[in-house]
C-alpha cells in the first residue's frame, strides 16, 4: 500500500530572521516540527511517518547543516517525486535589522565565532544564496514582531482547505514604510485624513464614527468597488500559476484611519467570495 503524501514545510534562512518564532507557529498550527533536522535525513522521516497519522510535518534547516546544504536541492527534488508536497520558506531580513537582533541579544553569529557579526551576516548569505533562489516562498521579517510573524506564517500554511490562494488585508503607515511581502499596494492618501478632525484624531478606523467618516464617500466607494473588482480578476489568474498566498495592502499617512476602516471593508466584500480573509492592522498601535 502506497503511503498517503504529506504536507512538508522546510523553513531555512538567515540566523536571528524568526526561523524558532515560524515553526512555532507551524506547531501550534499543528504540524509535527523537527528543528535542525539535517536535511539528508528527510527521506527516511517522511518514510517513518508513512503508516502513521502524521500528515503535516515542518522542519528547519539552515547554516548549521554544513556542507550537507549542498544536498538539499537533490534531495528535496527526490521527496517531491515520491508524491509529497514540499514547500520552501527562506526567512529574510535587513542586514540593519539583524546587526540589531544580534546585538540586543549579545549571541554570536554562528559562522563568525571569533570574528563579527557582520562577517557572520555576509558569510551565511552566501552559504545560502543557492537555498533562497530554491525557496518557494520569502519572508522578509524586517518589519516583523513575533506576533506578526507567527500570524502571517500560520496564514500562508494554514491547514484548513481552500478554493484559493490564502488571502490577507493589510493596513500601514507609510511613514513606517511599504511592506515588502506585499504582492499588491495602493495608497489611500487621497481620501480625506480624520486625523485632521479633532474628535477623530485620537481614534482608529476601527471605531465606527471614524470608519463611516471614511466609507461614506462616493469616492472610497468607487475606490472600493474598482479595488475589489481587480482582486476578484486577479485571485484566481494568481492560483491558476501556483500561487498560495496573497498580500494586498493599503495605505494612509500614518496606518492608524483610512487604511484600517478601507481594509476592514475589503476583508468583508472578499470574505464572500472566498471565505476566510486575514486582516493585519500593521501600523494601528504606533504613535
Not at 486625523?195 to 467618516?213: D, H, I, R
Amino acid at each position: 500500500m502506497t503511503a498517503p503524501a504529506k504536507q512538508i514545510i522546510v523553513i531555512t534562512g538567515m540566523s536571528g530572521s524568526g526561523k524558532s518564532t515560524a515553526i512555532r507557529a507551524l506547531e501550534d498550527a499543528g504540524f509535527f516540527c523537527i528543528d535542525n533536522l539535517p536535511v539528508l535525513l528527510l527521506p527516511k522521516l517522511t518514510e517513518l511517518a508513512g503508516g502513521g497519522h502524521i500528515e503535516r510535518m515542518a522542519l528547519v534547516m539552515d547554516v548549521r547543516e554544513g556542507i550537507f546544504l549542498k544536498d538539499a536541492p537533490r534531495i528535496l527534488a527526490d521527496v517531491r517525486r515520491a508524491g509529497h508536497q514540499v514547500d520552501v520558506l527562506f526567512l529574510d531580513s535587513s542586514d540593519d535589522s539583524l546587526l540589531r537582533r544580534f546585538s540586543e541579544t549579545r549571541r554570536r553569529h554562528p559562522l563568525a565565532p571569533e570574528g563579527t557579526v557582520a562577517e557572520g551576516i555576509h558569510a551565511e548569505r552566501e552559504a545560502l544564496k543557492d537555498l533562497r533562489e530554491l525557496a518557494d516562498q520569502v519572508i522578509d521579517s524586517s518589519a516583523l514582531n513575533v506576533h506578526d510573524l507567527k500570524r502571517m506564517v500560520q496564514g500562508r500554511f494554514s491547514p484548513e482547505p481552500t478554493m484559493g490562494p490564502s488571502l490577507s488585508i493589510m493596513s500601514f503607515g507609510y511613514r513606517y514604510g511599504v511592506p515588502p511581502q506585499a504582492d499588491l499596494v495602493f495608497d489611500v492618501r487621497f481620501l480625506p485624513n480624520p486625523y485632521f478632525v479633532p474628535e477623530l484624531k485620537g481614534l482608529t478606523g476601527k471605531v465606527p464614527k471614524v470608519s463611516a467618516y471614511v466609507l461614506e464617500r462616493e469616492e472610497t466607494q468607487q475606490f472600493l468597488e474598482k479595488v475589489v473588482d481587480l482582486c476578484r480578476f486577479l485571485f484566481p489568474r494568481y492560483q491558476k500559476e501556483g500561487k498560495a498566498y496573497l498580500t494586498v495592502a493599503l495605505g494612509c499617512t500614518g496606518g492608524k484611519h483610512r487604511s484600517v476602516a478601507l481594509a476592514a471593508e475589503m476583508v468583508r466584500r472578499l470574505s464572500e467570495d472566498y471565505g476566510r480573509v486575514q486582516l493585519w492592522d500593521r501600523d494601528i498601535e504606533k504613535e
